[in-house]
């Protein structure tokens, strides 16, 4: 099955229910100044809350390009238009912030896999960044000369765990999660969940990676990890994960290319 088939399948389970027990929030969300630039040795991960007043996510349209505004006449919903706005706004906010430029400015191209990327920037001024959403937040992850790779979703029960895990999951993921005790399973899933699907993100391979291809950790209480992945030797070792909990009842992932850097949580402010 392609990643595709796997986010349909999440997706329509998505409407099955949702579970509200998680960890407390973590206080380590926090707004730092506007100058506060993302340095060499930093990934920049902000939360950002989608749902806002009316009249605010009508502003949010006019920072957006003539085919974000395309985009986003074609949802059906009013709450998912407003949404998408917020989203967008808020990203080129963030990257106009660290790059000292007006949001509405900058332009965007999109890789052959979909992934977003800043246009006509100089080497020097690229900076690399990955955007999540599920329902009512987003997060937005922003590096310097490393690739980078975020996910989220929200936490919900599902009936069919056990056969989206012997779908889409890998053999060694599988045999892990068979031996999780059943109360942990709905988390200890979400969490291998965003797990891979930032490593996909910050590989850049979409849907030309299966699933199943690679091993993330998987056991309540480990640490994230990219355990093996197909490919040339030392491949798992070239990409670092960590955990992020951006609010309760959801689950965060983040996916980065190489070592010796520092996660520094940010909460978005207009």
């Known amino acids: 099955m392609s990643i595709i088939s ?3 399948v999440l997706s329509g389970a998505a409407k ?4 509200d027990r998680m960890h407390d929030p973590i206080d380590d969300w926090r707004i730092l100044p506007d100058d506060r630039g993302v340095e060499a040795d930093e990934v920049h991960v902000w939360r950002v809350a989608l749902d806002r007043p009316e009249a605010g996510a ?5 920072v957006l390009s003539a085919d974000e ?3 986003l006449e074609r949802l059906h919903f009013e709450q998912d238009r407003f949404r998408f706005a917020a989203g ?3 990203l080129r ?6 790059l000292g430029e007006a949001p509405a400015r900058l332009a965007f191209e999109y890789a052959e896999n979909g992934k977003p990327r800043l246009a006509h920037r100089p080497s020097k001024d690229q900076l690399e960044f990955n955007v ?9 992850a922003v590096a ?3 690739r980078v790779g975020v996910d989220v979703e929200q936490l919900r029960e599902m009936a069919d765990l056990g056969e989206i895990v012997e779908r889409f999951f890998s053999r060694h993921e599988r045999a892990a999660f068979a031996e999780i005790d059943r109360d942990q399973r709905t988390e200890a899933f979400f969490r291998g969940w965003v797990r891979k699907e930032a490593v996909l993100k910050v590989i850049g391979a979409g849907m030309s990676l299966p699933l199943d291809s690679f091993d993330v950790a998987l056991t309540p209480g480990e640490p994230a990890m990219l355990l093996r992945i197909d490919g040339p030797p030392g491949e798992a070792q070239r990409w670092k994960l960590a955990d992020l909990n951006p609010a309760p009842g959801f689950v965060g992932a983040l996916a980065v290319e190489g070592a010796g850097w520092r996660l520094v949580e940010r909460e978005f402010g207009e």
């Not at 009508?58 to 006019?62: D, N, S, V, Y």
């Not at 906010?93 to 660290?98: D, E, K």
């Open 132 to 140: 999540s959403h599920s329902h009512s937040l987003a997060l937005v």
């Open 16 to 19: 099955r229910g949702r579970i």
């Open 93 to 98: 906010t963030i990257l106009g912030r660290v």
């Open 144 to 146: 310097r000369s490393r």
């Open 88 to 90: 967008r706004s808020a």
């Open 58 to 62: 009508r502003r949010c349209f006019h």
């Open 6 to 8: 796997a986010r349909l």
């Open 69 to 71: 505004l395309v985009r």
